[in-house]
């Protein structure tokens, strides 16, 4: 009973990463063959559908409760801090740097978004240690 | 904070599984909870003191520390 529960998340979370993969993928293809609003409102509708999936698996399979949101709030708290600090710091050397050279948006953007997303993981990790 | 949740659970002749079905958390949370790791809400303190028919005080103790 027990594995059969453990397979069917497993099989939840195979769907999500596909679907969200997927549509990040897609939304990624076709901006850069330079279709950004359908690549964006693909990427949108893809990742919200996986979202609320998962939203629904958790719910089913009680993935989810008080502890995880509570890890989950403060791994987000701890990024938003750090990802704002980190921002306003990296923004400014930007701001100086720029009267000497152009620097294109994607290369600010993408290691951004990279950042806090490291840092979302790696937090929630330490909280959910933790907590455990 | 302290707890006597084990016991209680031991108690009642409850496994953690059993007890995180019946006040709707997962077997980690009742998991972190005994071992003092987590301080639960009052939602889920009241839902445990409800099942094993106690008051709050009973389950959770400050601790003087």
Redesign the interface.
Known sequence: MENEKKKEIKKAQAIFGVVFGTSLAVCAALAVLGYYWIGLAIGFVGCLCAGMYMKSAETKY??G????H?IDEKASAFTFKVSFAALGVFFAILGGLSKFTVIPAYSVIGPFFAFMAITYVATTRHYTK??? | MKNKLKVLRAMSDLTQEELADKVGVTRQTINAIEQGKYLPSLELAFKLAKLFNVKIEEIFVEDEN
């Open positions: 009680r993935l409760d008080e502890r995880s509570h933790k907590y455990s």
